[in-house]
T-cell receptor, first 114, second 112 residues
Framework: AQSVTQLDSQVPVFEEAPVELRCNYS??????LFWYVQYPNQGLQLLLK??????LVKGINGFEAEFNKSQTSFHLRKPSVHISDTAEYFC????????????FGTGTQLKVEL | DADVTQTPRNRITKTGKRIMLECSQT?????MYWYRQDPGLGLRLIYY???????NKGEISDGYSVSRQAQAKFSLSLESAIPNQTALYFC???????????FGPGTRLTVL
């Protein structure tokens, strides 16, 4: 079955430290991959997306992700986090042959501390 | 103005009541979606519509129904609400290509 897996439910990190949020997808999922961010009491906002082309994708707010086909991963990284990055982050992929339907991971809560 | 709006933003109701959540969009997208979010489960697809005459069940459609009144409007109904339908509900829209979806602010529903 197609799936997107986020390995960490919570990631605590100190301000200005680097962070990596992990995401793996099942090999049957089409390689259309997305990272969304949800700030408290808000909807989801797109951070970045991989559709094709360069495997290193840069997004908003200094985030980037690398598509790794051999490891079926799409990990999200930021070299230096801010308090304002505290939010829940969702990895998502589009199902093979199913049109524009997203399969979401279970989310990773990033908590940035002083 | 927001591109995707949802009403109401918060709703408390009782078991057995019928309720409707509404979604409107100004992005001109053909595709619209309803998701529910539960802690630790991420977002799960309830129903989706690729145009006004096309309605499809998602992975968790039992207990829900939808209506696509126009390209810009997509409503979700709970015919007889039950407590395990307490969740955060999101509407989203998408273009016709394999591209991102745009989400509304969510409706927090509590069924007592």
């Amino acid at each position: 079955a197609q799936s997107v897996t986020q390995l960490d439910s919570q990631v605590p990190v100190f301000e200005e430290a680097p962070v990596e949020l992990r995401c793996n997808y099942s090999s049957s999922v089409s390689v259309y991959l997305f990272w969304y961010v949800q700030y408290p009491n808000q909807g989801l906002q797109l951070l970045l997306k991989y559709l094709s082309g360069s495997t290193l994708v840069k997004g908003i707010n200094g985030f980037e992700a690398e598509f790794n086909k051999s490891q079926t991963s799409f990990h999200l990284r930021k070299p230096s986090v801010h308090i304002s990055d505290t939010a829940e982050y969702f990895c998502a992929g589009i199902l093979t042959g199913g049109g524009n339907k997203l399969t979401f991971g279970t989310g990773t809560q990033l908590k940035v501390e002083l | 103005d927001a591109d995707v709006t949802q009403t109401p933003r918060n709703r408390i109701t009782k078991t057995g009541k019928r309720i409707m959540l509404e979604c409107s969009q100004t992005k001109g997208h053909d595709r619209m979606y309803w998701y529910r979010q539960d802690p630790g489960l991420g977002l799960r697809l309830i129903y989706y519509s690729f145009d006004v005459k096309d309605i499809n069940k998602g992975e968790i459609s039992d207990g829900y129904s939808v209506s696509r009144q126009a390209q810009a409007k997509f409503s979700l109904s709970l015919e007889s609400a039950i407590p395990n339908q307490t969740a955060l509900y999101f509407c989203a829209t998408g273009g016709s290509s394999y591209n991102e979806q745009f989400f509304g602010p969510g409706t927090r529903l509590t069924v007592l």
